[in-house]
Nanobody, 125 residues
Framework: QVQLVESGGGLVQAGGSLRLSCAAS????????MGWFRQAPEKEREFVAA????????YYADSVKGRFTISRDNAKNTVYLQMNSLKPEDTAVYYC??????????????????WGQGTQVTVSS
C-alpha cells in the first residue's frame, strides 16, 4: 500500500511558476509509475503527466507539454511537478497517483491504484 500527500499548491499570476511535490510512504515507491492529474470545478479529472518507476520515461498531456516537467527522487520517495508559464486554465486541484504497472505509461484514471488528497492551484489572469 502507498499513501500519497501532495503539497506546493497556491495562488500565482499567469506566467508564473509553481512546483508541486508528492511524498509517498511505503518502501515500494520505486515499484510504481507515478502520475499527476487535475480536476477543475465542474469538470472531470484529467491526466497531466506520468513518469516511469525509474524516472527514465515521461508522458504529458498535450495541454501542458513544454510547460510542465514531471520528475521523481526514489531516494526521497517523492515525485514532483514543475509548472512554468502557468495559465488561468491550469487552475484546478492537482492529484498525484500511483500505477503499479511496469509497462507503458498510462493516462487513464482507472489504472492508478492510489491517490493523494489533492492540492489547489489557482492561476489569476
Amino acid at each position: 500500500q502507498v499513501q500519497l500527500v501532495e503539497s506546493g499548491g497556491g495562488l500565482v499570476q499567469a506566467g508564473g511558476s509553481l512546483r508541486l511535490s508528492c511524498a509517498a510512504s511505503g518502501h515500494t515507491f520505486s515499484s510504481y509509475a507515478m502520475g499527476w492529474f487535475r480536476q477543475a470545478p465542474e469538470k472531470e479529472r484529467e491526466f497531466v503527466a506520468a513518469i516511469s518507476w525509474s524516472g527514465g520515461t515521461t508522458y504529458y498531456a498535450d495541454s501542458v507539454k513544454g510547460r510542465f516537467t514531471i520528475s521523481r527522487d526514489n531516494a526521497k520517495n517523492t515525485v514532483y511537478l514543475q509548472m512554468n508559464s502557468l495559465k488561468p486554465e491550469d487552475t484546478a486541484v492537482y492529484y498525484c497517483a500511483a500505477d503499479p504497472s511496469l509497462g507503458l505509461l498510462r493516462h487513464g484514471r482507472r489504472e492508478y491504484d492510489y491517490w493523494g488528497q489533492g492540492t489547489q492551484v489557482t492561476v489569476s489572469s
